[in-house]
């Protein structure tokens, strides 16, 4: 079974300053999906961005990238020049290749609560 | 657009009520339905999914249920609720045949005294 591990429960960073957070996961598959979810305060599910793993080129989202590193199995998030609205849980999370009968099943971290500060 | 609704947004039930938490799709067919349901601090857990009307498949063993008896439509149900059922409850669909995103309801917060 894949495994989703976030090793920072909680990040603070400076208003206008750049933050990274990290997500490793554990997978025996050569092709599925990664993603980021945020989860503000109203606790709605918001997807910030998505990687393909047969796609070489990191993705990225206006002031939302990746760093994904396949042979590595780590898949982090960058946000550049934060505001305060980004402060969130976020929550990396994995998905296998969609399959006819089992659906697209998302395997979720256990989050990491970011900070704004002004 | 697509849009997904879940209700009730809040809902205290005593230990041993039954429950009916539904959640609706609209602007899109034959979607795969998830039910999720999240811990206070925690992260999501899949409790069902559906690639159609009556494919119900269930993720973990506990005293909750999950039916589809409309495309769009997907209810989780318990005949007795535990304490331990208390959380926020979270619907989110995806194109079927697509390798695409889940996109989440509002989600529901249950509490059981």
């Known amino acids: 079974a894949q495994t989703v591990t976030q090793s920072q429960p909680e990040m603070s960073v400076q208003e206008a300053e750049t933050v990274t957070l990290s997500c490793t996961y554990d997978t025996s598959e050569s092709d599925y999906y990664l993603f980021w979810y945020k989860q503000p305060p109203s606790r709605q599910m918001i997807l910030v961005i998505r990687q393909e793993a047969y796609k070489q080129q990191n993705a990225t989202e206006n002031r939302f990238s990746v760093n994904f590193q396949k042979a590595a199995k780590s898949f982090s998030l960058k946000i550049s020049d934060s505001q305060l609205g980004d402060a969130a849980m976020y929550f990396c999370?994995?998905?296998?290749?969609?399959?006819?009968?089992?659906?697209?099943?998302?395997?979720f971290g256990e989050g990491t609560q970011l900070t704004v500060n002004p | 657009s697509q849009t997904i609704h879940q209700w009730p947004a809040t809902l205290v039930q005593p230990v041993g009520s039954p429950l009916s938490l539904e959640c609706t799709v609209e602007g899109t067919s034959n979607p795969n339905l998830y039910w999720y349901r999240q811990a206070a601090g925690r992260g999501l857990q899949l409790l069902f999914y559906s690639v159609g009307i009556g494919q119900i498949s269930s993720e973990v063993p506990q005293n909750l249920s999950a039916s589809r008896p409309q495309d769009r439509q997907f209810i989780l149900s318990s005949k007795k609720l535990l304490l331990s059922d208390s959380g926020f409850y979270l619907c989110a669909w995806s194109r079927r045949g697509f390798t695409d995103t889940q996109y989440f309801g509002p989600g529901t917060r249950l509490t059981v005294l």
């Open positions: 999370a994995y998905r296998s290749d969609e399959k006819e009968t089992s659906g697209s099943r998302l395997t």
